[in-house]
């Protein structure tokens, strides 16, 4: 029995050399790393802001000053490490085979394969900010400037996790943009991007921010547990080949990297996402610094709160970031905090989404001490925790127990569920954890208290609420803790999600019915 079904679907693709870099190259799969030299911070300069007026002359502005230091990228991987065509639509995401499918055949199979895309320029000795997917695995890197100038350029570090990328070129005097600051971006506020779209060199794009946070509602743009799910959202005109270039404010500072688009056909259909800057620079100092991104965490699996999370925490609004497990060896853990937990504040800051706590942490290093407060089932608690540096990969951790597992599936009505228990086999074809095993969800009653909370393939692990935590392996566990729950109370869950990216667990709060 194989129950590894995913619930995602793409609904971005990223925008560079036709559906941009991060389709091409991955079917080309560019995986050889390129890390950069010790060194220091970046010189990025400070540009006087300019002034405001009519949008027009704003926007004739902007492109007068930025468009000198907006490079387009022609990255180029040796014909010698192309793949097959079969082998190439092994690793496309789902979505993109028709896509793949439509490529000459001879173009892959023949010559170096290219993908392009943009880029700009932060400092006077060269420093470039561009995406990863737009050079992950070139042999050679082209920059060509406005003026008609083309360089060389060296890949200084990439950082697949928030798709940035730092290259450098030779000169010196080179006209560069402004940074601005994307904390104090308004939804609602004129934004120009400027790039390389469909050939079409320098174009420029104007348009507003029509949300902050994006990403969570993005599966086909999160890679894995530590991706960026803070893109700015934009209706400013973004096509292949804008990935990389910037995203400007009115001032003309740049507040975000053009990364993807939100479409069904590859090509713009009004909505585009940008990293914002502040993060963009932060993976910049890491890499030409200490030659990688020192990615501090707080060793937690994090959900966003809904309506029945905020009523059982006794929360006014629903805002947060829940708490749904730990990592090996993780500070969060060490600290005191439990899953379930919703962070509501960082170092004083409201946490209202997933996404600000990942902001605020990203904010500082590894050995750092944060002050995080969370609200327990309506107590309010804060921790000092030290942030300690992600690893590459996350190790499972399980734990044994022999308790013998049921086959049968049994409906709970009181759930709106129908559960059956994982056994040994399952597991074991699986990759489950014996930590883990529970009872698997195979169906959910649309009207259900469980619809959009629990999906089938969910694997109920415990009990957490009412306490005392218990172990659910058998339907007979689960039947005997809700003889405990009243109609109306509430159930609190701890879920493992077998589909997930390298599985992980989150907290459910589920009002039982009769």
Do not use: C
Request: hydrophobic share 40%.
């Amino acid at each position: 029995m194989n129950f590894h079904l995913s619930r995602s679907r793409i609904v971005a693709v990223a925008a560079s050399a036709f559906i941009g870099g991060v389709f091409f190259a991955s079917s080309l799969d560019w995986t050889q790393g390129l890390f950069a030299q010790a060194g220091g911070k970046v010189r990025t300069e400070t540009l006087a802001p300019l002034p405001s007026g009519a949008p027009s002359e704003g926007f004739a502005a902007i492109a007068e000053r930025v468009t000198p230091a907006v490079v387009s990228i022609q990255a180029e991987r040796d014909a010698r490490r192309s793949r097959t065509p079969a082998q190439q639509r092994r690793n496309v995401p789902p979505g993109f085979e028709e896509f793949f499918n439509k490529l000459d055949p001879r173009q892959q199979q023949q010559g170096p394969a290219e993908a392009s895309g943009s880029g700009f320029i932060v400092s006077k000795d060269g420093y470039i900010l561009t995406n990863n997917h737009v050079v992950e695995g070139a042999d050679r890197v082209k920059v060509l400037m406005s003026d008609r100038r083309e360089f060389k350029a060296k890949i200084i570090g990439r950082d697949p996790q928030t798709d940035v990328a730092v290259l450098k070129i030779d000169g010196s005097g080179l006209p560069t943009v402004g940074l601005g600051d994307d904390n104090k971006l308004r939804i609602g506020e004129w934004v120009v991007a400027i790039g390389n779209p469909l050939g079409l060199n320098f174009t420029v794009t104007a348009g507003i921010v029509s949300a902050k946070g994006r990403g969570n509602e993005l599966s086909g743009l999160n890679r894995d547990s530590l991706a960026i799910t803070d893109f700015i959202q934009t209706d400013a005109a973004i096509n292949p080949g804008n990935s990389g270039g910037p995203l400007m404010n009115t001032r003309g500072e740049v507040i975000g990297i053009n990364s993807a688009i939100a479409s069904q056909t590859g090509f713009y259909s009004g909505y585009g996402f940008a990293i914002p800057i502040t993060l963009a620079k932060t993976v910049m100092d890491d890499i030409v610094a200490h030659g990688r991104v020192r990615r501090a965490i707080l060793g937690i699996t994090i959900n966003e709160v809904n309506a029945e999370d905020a009523a059982v925490a006794g929360l006014k609004q629903i805002a947060g970031a829940k708490v749904g497990g730990f990592g090996e060896d993780s500070p969060a853990r060490r600290a005191g905090l439990e899953p379930g937990d919703i962070i509501v504040k960082v170092n004083g800051k409201d946490v209202d989404r997933v996404s600000t706590l990942q902001r605020e942490v990203r904010m500082h290093q590894p050995g750092e001490t944060i002050s995080v407060e969370v609200v327990r089932y309506g107590d309010r608690k804060t921790f000092k925790i030290r942030l300690q540096e992600a690893r590459a990969e996350v190790e499972q951790v399980a734990s044994a127990d022999d308790t013998p597992a049921e086959s049968e599936s049994v409906a709970n009505s009181r759930l709106g569920i129908s559960v059956e228990a994982v056994t040994a086999e399952v597991a074991k074809a699986n990759n489950i954890a014996e930590a883990n095993r529970g009872l698997r969800v195979v169906a959910v009653e649309a009207a259900g208290p469980a619809a959009q909370r629990l999906f089938p393939n969910d694997i109920i692990v415990k009990v957490i609420r009412p306490e005392p935590t218990t172990a659910i392996r058998t339907t007979a566990d689960l039947q005997k803790v809700l003889s405990r729950v009243k109609s109306g109370e509430f159930l609190s869950l701890l879920i493992y999600n077998v589909t997930a990216t390298g599985g992980g667990t989150r907290v459910v709060n589920l009002r039982v019915v009769e």
